[in-house]
């Protein structure tokens, strides 16, 4: 199975549009914390459920540097491809 | 030019609202003074303290209270230094000693906060290639040293072993050591670790397991040793990693350990080296809170019966109360509009407990949190219940039905 950022960000984009409370506009661009009004504990625990469904593991020190939804796809393909 | 201060616009306006929203700031409640380990004065007013983590009531220990007398005339009132130049005193290593050996262990490390005890040890124990494999609901001083070590960071879901299990089973191969941490018993919501599951899947993977025994240590086990202890698995914790602020009613933290490395950790890390040691009083006074503890297992079965007194009288009366009975009771409520006019109709009415407000709970709810002693007689107790049932009506969280 080979992930791409694109493939990877329509699946968190997915996964965000599952909550009602996400707006029904976002892209890749979108900030997380910014744009989609999470907070630090909601953007981990989103995290988490990205994890379970890619089986990989974002070290949360990685996270600090993650703002867009891009930047969290890229990240997980980095990993995955370092894995 | 931007204002220093602009980033805390967000939390003056949140406490603003709170303030208004019940005539009180509950982060500033003012104990004015205790009157016995149950009863303290706030507001002018005698209230029942249901919320001071004092599992035993040995801050107010008359053995600790002479200890500490004892050591002030003797040794002065503190140590002005750090525990690796002039701040070990003999007091210091008697004290390491006893907490050993009550564990059962090699050795011990006293720090002046359980705070810095896990500061110190997660980002002491862990380097840049290792891992650390924290429960999602830890504490803030486990954070704060997983943020204060340069390892790699990974959260399980909350009590979770098979997710613990699946996250180091994806590290199969990567090279580093696997620190695993978990609480006893959580803070905030009094979940209990399954920690006879945690302790198989560190066996498993080869892991090392800390276990914060914080709420647990005088609560749990046979000996009061903490969930460990409590479900036979002590062998397979490497690091137990506690509190005197809790059911030793003193202040200080500490780590035991059977790794003879311990002492190397006492060289690298920085919250131990670099402040000061307890004062001589606080050392007295934990030994000798530390032979109550050991001397009255009473307190102990007082403590559960208590705690299942409250449990069962919050049940009964309609609250959404923990699932699992521990000295630590949390009341989860739905919203924000009830939890704060109960929080301050409870204290109104005599009843102290801790307001805890999302996002520092667990699942975004607000929480009235309650810690029982095993000092509380049941009266009290039970006065406890019938305040809360008032409060709950009054602030629409519980209906008339269920009187
Ligand atoms: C789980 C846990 N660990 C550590 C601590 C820190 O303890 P101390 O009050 O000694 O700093 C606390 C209490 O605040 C706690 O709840």
Redesign the interface.
């Known amino acids: 199975m080979s992930e791409t950022v694109e493939s990877v960000s329509a699946l968190i984009i997915q996964k965000l549009l599952a909550n009602p409370k996400v707006p029904r506009d976002i892209d890749g661009n979108c900030k997380i914390m910014e744009d989609l009004a999470f907070d630090s504990l909601a953007v981990m625990n989103f995290v988490m459920e990205v994890e379970d469904t890619l089986d990989v593991s974002v070290p949360l020190d990685k996270l600090a540097d993650i703002r867009t939804i891009n930047d969290l796809a890229k990240c997980i393909v980095d990993l995955k491809n370092k894995g | 030019m931007t204002s220093l201060f602009s980033k805390f616009e967000g939390t003056a306006s949140a406490l603003g609202a709170l303030v208004e929203a019940g005539g009180r700031n509950p982060f500033a409640v003012v104990i004015e003074k205790p009157i016995s380990s149950t009863v303290g004065l706030i507001e002018g007013r005698e209230t029942l303290l249901f919320g001071t983590n004092n599992y035993l009531g040995l801050s107010q220990s008359e053995r600790a209270i002479k200890a500490a007398q004892d050591a002030v005339s003797k040794y002065g009132v503190g140590t002005t230094g750090s525990r690796i130049a002039n701040g070990t005193q003999s007091l210091h290593r008697q004290l390491e000693q006893r907490i050993a050996s009550y564990f059962g262990r090699r050795d011990a490390m006293v720090f002046s906060t359980g705070y810095q005890a896990n500061l110190g040890m997660i980002s002491t124990l862990v380097g840049k290639d290792d891992?650390l494999i924290l429960d999602?609901d830890s504490h803030a001083s486990i954070y704060d040293g997983?943020r204060l070590s340069p390892a790699?960071?990974?959260?399980f879901?909350h009590n979770d072993a098979d997710d613990l299990h699946k996250?180091l089973k994806?590290?199969d191969g990567t090279p580093g050591a696997k620190l695993i941490v978990v609480e006893g018993i959580y803070s905030m919501t009094g979940n209990v670790a399954p920690i006879a599951e945690m302790a198989a899947v560190k066996r498993e993977t080869g892991a090392y397991l800390l276990v914060d025994e914080a709420h647990s240590f005088g609560v749990m086990g046979k000996k009061g040793l903490g969930v460990a202890e409590e479900a036979g698995v002590e062998a397979d914790v490497d690091f137990v990693v506690g509190t005197f602020s809790k059911s030793l009613g003193t202040v200080g933290g500490y780590c035991v350990s059977d790794h003879p490395e311990l002492e190397m950790v006492r060289l690298n890390c920085r919250p131990y080296m670099f402040t000061a040691s307890l004062p001589p009083e606080v050392i007295a006074a934990t030994m000798a809170a530390l032979e109550d503890l050991a001397d009255h297992p009473e307190l102990r079965t007082q403590l559960k019966e208590n705690a299942a007194r409250l449990h069962a009288g919050f049940h009964r009366i309609g609250l959404n109360a923990s699932r699992q009975v521990s000295p630590v009771i949390a009341v989860t409520l739905e919203t924000l509009e009830q939890a704060i006019p109960m929080w301050n109709r409870l204290l109104d009415l005599g009843v102290y407990v801790n307001l805890s407000l999302p996002?520092a709970t667990p699942d975004h709810r607000p929480l009235l949190r309650c810690s029982v002693m095993a000092t509380h007689t049941a009266a009290q107790i039970d006065q406890a219940i019938e305040i809360f049932r008032q409060a709950g009506l009054e602030a629409g969280a519980l209906k008339e039905t269920v009187a």
């Open positions: 891992y999602a997983s790699q960071v990974i959260r879901r996250r994806r590290l996002p």
